[in-house]
């Protein structure tokens, strides 16, 4: 559908409350765009007197902040509905401070204030907004010591001010102390006094991580109230760029505790990394293509990452042309309710639609099943067991779960993984290996078919609750990790565990056989406190061995990808050359450096490396940060180089960050690619893939070649779950 562009001037433009609406500001030319996003985009081209000059910092109470551009001199709220503008006198800086802001109650409220922060000094510049007295003031308030008295610690700093439940809550921020401060703001009479009082501990994230190079860099937090609620929203990066992980907590104000969100349902969150003020913002939505996301922008306005909050996946996406070409330099959404009975209207749709609700129930033995409700029972139940079991012989991957799901009756007689259904699937997924995404809150691990893009489901077994994390993945086998616990070795398709030894912290790992073989060594890498290599032989060692490396002060921060070739370890260093340990069965620390620098590739953005070894040759591939460039180089043994490569012939290469696997093509069509653990949004559990032919992104529709979609991975999601590339083995 085209997009409708509108041009209006003055005032804000007749918005429909059927979506949600966002802002881009020119703030050079004055102009705003107000725009959708999803299928139905719409823009409006504006020229909004309140707004020229002006920045959107903020909304509260259906009131947007606004300062104006680029001093942050004056100060200012905007009623969108209303187009009522409230001026604040000029704040005077002694310095230029980065500010963020809150609005603790609606301007018409006698004990209303807008307040400031900063993180370049401890103060609060407050302005009481009481439309009783003649004139606004601003007062700069030091909360050094009181901060310094509850924290116990200096350089702590108050962020992301919000509101909720009538109360102003921020964050600190400082390398020893997290917590969430309850801002408390008692008027008394002309005077406004405010103090700082403990409220909650920052919810944790999961920094369990492996391995270590897909660990956050960092976590950027944002503390956001809506009425009675109160959300923290972390946001990890795996390096100064690129979004690895979100997470999404809500208080429990009972129990005083975080409670991690695993559902947004009709709401969204919109957070602005892409200017020099970052903001969250936050919305109950009626349109439903965006509803159940934390949209983040970023890449100065140029790329848009949506977070799904149930299914734990991230896509991205470009932002409209309009958008685009626009020049915007800063960006917001609208929180304020646009028609009184948008709410009620739909609520009306979520009664008149049907819906399947599934929900767990315990059944005999204390076996957990699924079914649906309502009073009506399904013919499946009149049919003999034994012709249930019959029919699901017939039965493989989602339909066999599906079917499960269906009563307790169907449940017991067809047990998750049964010798039949794990026969048939042997069968099925010969030709490639398959996207294992790990979820450890349901133990569930998800099997996707690259070519058919069916799924599989398997249950984790209950030795394996808790968070564990993926090492690496080859021969059928999952090397996995839980911090402060066990590593194991983990078959999902057997259900085969081998417990290894307690280990030191390792950043990286690989291993030359199944668990299985008497020839199985495991070999890690650490650089903490000092470089060393561990190995451990699963069939004869009760312990782990190791050896110090000593580079003479001129070793690599880490090593990438490990993969043994015959008894060598082959090993991507930080600079993006390769560095090989020679025969690892000897009891002795030859190491040698195969080649030394990254190879000359024609990425523009920060490039992303994975290793695989193909027969005798290392291969690396080179892919951009939006997958606009994929390029494969082989290693020079005699050059100790990197030489650029064309194509892979009959081979085709898996990529993930915790395995990247070189195989033989079972099949004509999937020869020459490279297959990223990535869906296409809109297609359901399409694997996306990057023909070395055509130079461009294709998925399969049953062995079947489709289209290509795009030059790069725009329109794809990636599992934020633990995932990687595995070998079904049956043994």
């Given at each position: ?5 509108i ?20 703030l050079?030319s004055?102009?705003?765009i107000f725009?959708t996003?999803?299928n ?16 959107i ?8 902040v ?10 200012s ?10 001026r ?17 109650a ?10 400031l ?9 407050f ?14 308030m ?8 509850i ?15 009538g ?9 020893y102390?997290?917590f ?6 008692v008027?008394?009479?002309k ?22 190079h ?22 990890c ?34 957070i ?20 159940g ?15 799904h909050a ?16 626009s020049q ?6 609208l ?16 009664d008149?639609d ?14 957990e099943?699924d079914?649906?409700?309502g009073e ?6 009149n ?5 249930l ?62 070519i ?15 968070d ?25 398709f057997?259900n085969?565990?081998?417990e ?31 470089w ?17 490396l000593d ?5 690599p ?34 190491w040698?450096?195969?080649?030394d620098?990254?190879?000359k ?7 992303q ?17 939006f ?10 043994e ?73 030059a ?20």
């Open positions: 559908m085209e997009p409708r562009q041009s209006c001037d003055q005032k804000l433009p007749s918005l429909s409350a059927s979506h949600q609406w966002f802002i881009a500001q020119i050079e004055h102009t705003q725009y996003l999803g139905q985009q719409n823009y409006y081209h504006c020229r909004i007197n309140e707004l020229r000059g002006r920045r910092r903020a909304c509260f109470h259906g009131w947007v606004l300062s104006n551009h680029p001093d942050t001199v004056l100060w709220l905007w009623n969108p509905l209303t187009s009522k503008l409230i604040l006198p000029p704040l005077i800086h002694k310095a230029k401070h980065s500010h963020e802001c809150c609005l603790s609606p301007p018409d409220d006698q004990g209303s204030v807008l307040l922060t900063t993180i370049e000094v401890p103060t609060i510049v302005c009481r907004l009481d439309t009783t007295r003649k004139k606004f003031k601003w007062i700069e030091s909360y050094a010591k009181q901060l310094q008295s924290s116990g610690v200096d350089d702590c700093f108050l962020v992301t001010p919000t509101c909720c439940n109360k102003v809550y921020a964050m600190t921020t400082g390398p102390y997290c969430v401060i309850h801002v408390d703001i008027v008394e009479g005077d406004v006094v405010i103090s700082l009082l403990p409220f909650v501990e920052i919810p944790d994230t999961s920094y369990n991580r492996c391995p270590s897909n660990s956050f860099d960092t976590i950027r937090s944002f503390l956001k109230g809506s009425y009675m609620e109160l959300f923290c929203v972390a946001v990066f795996n390096d100064e760029t690129r979004i690895g992980n979100v997470y999404l907590f809500k208080l429990d104000v009972t129990s005083m505790t975080w409670e991690e969100m695993v559902d947004l349902k009709d709401a969204i969150f919109f602005e990394l892409a200017s020099d003020y970052s903001a969250c913002y936050y919305n109950s939505t009626v349109d439903s293509e965006l509803e996301y934390v949209h983040i922008l970023g890449e100065s306005g140029k790329v848009m990452y949506s977070f149930k299914d734990k996946t991230m896509s991205i996406s470009s932002m409209p042309c309009t958008v685009l070409e915007a330099s800063a960006w917001a959404m929180e304020c309710r646009l028609e009184v009975d948008h709410v009620e209207s739909k609520l009306e749709e979520k008149n049907t819906e399947l609700v599934v929900r767990p129930v315990k059944g005999d033995n204390n076996i099943f079914i649906t409700t009506s029972q399904s013919h499946l139940l049919i003999p067991v034994h012709i079991e019959t029919i699901m012989e017939l039965c493989v991957g989602i339909e066999y779960i599906r079917f499960r799901a269906t009563s307790k009756l169907c449940y017991l007689a067809t047990p998750l993984v049964n010798k039949t259904t794990l026969s048939r699937l042997q069968m099925y997924s010969l030709v490639s290996p398959w996207l294992a995404v790990l979820d450890n809150y349901q133990r569930i691990v998800t099997l996707i078919d690259p058919r893009s069916d799924r599989y489901y398997i249950k984790v077994p209950q030795k394996l609750k808790g564990y994390q993926i090492y690496c993945s080859k021969y059928g086998w999952l090397l996995m990790y839980q911090l402060c616990g066990p590593m194991v070795f983990f078959n999902p057997s085969d565990i081998r290894l030894p307690r280990a030191p912290y390792l950043q990286t790992f690989c291993f030359s056989a199944p668990p299985t073989s008497a020839d199985c060594m495991v070999v890690g890498f650490t650089s903490y406190p000092k060393h290599v561990f190995y451990h032989i699963v069939s004869r060692d009760s312990a782990w061995h190791n050896f110090r580079f003479g002060g001129d070793g921060s880490s090593y990438y990808f490990p993969t043994f070739s015959g008894r060598d370890v082959y090993a991507l260093c930080e600079n993006k050359g390769l560095d090989v340990f020679i025969d690892m069965l000897k009891d002795d620390d030859s040698e450096t195969f080649v620098k990254a190879p590739h024609s990425c523009r953005s920060p490039a490396y994975f290793l695989s070894i193909c027969g005798q040759h290392q291969l690396l591939v080179v892919v951009g940060k997958g606009e460039s994929v390029e494969v180089f082989k290693a020079n005699y050059t100790e180089e990197w030489e650029k490569i064309n194509g892979l012939g009959k081979h085709m290469i898996f990529i993930s960050d915790t395995s990247c696997i070189c195989l033989d093509a079972k099949l004509p069509e999937m020869e020459n690619k490279i297959y990223f653990p990535r869906l296409l949004c809109n297609g359901g559990t399409k694997i996306v893939f990057y023909s070395l032919e055509t130079c461009r992104y294709h998925v399969f529709d049953d062995r079947n070649i489709q289209e290509s979609f795009g790069d991975l725009f329109g794809t999601k990636l599992h934020c779950y633990p995932h990687t590339w595995i070998e079904p083995s049956w043994s």
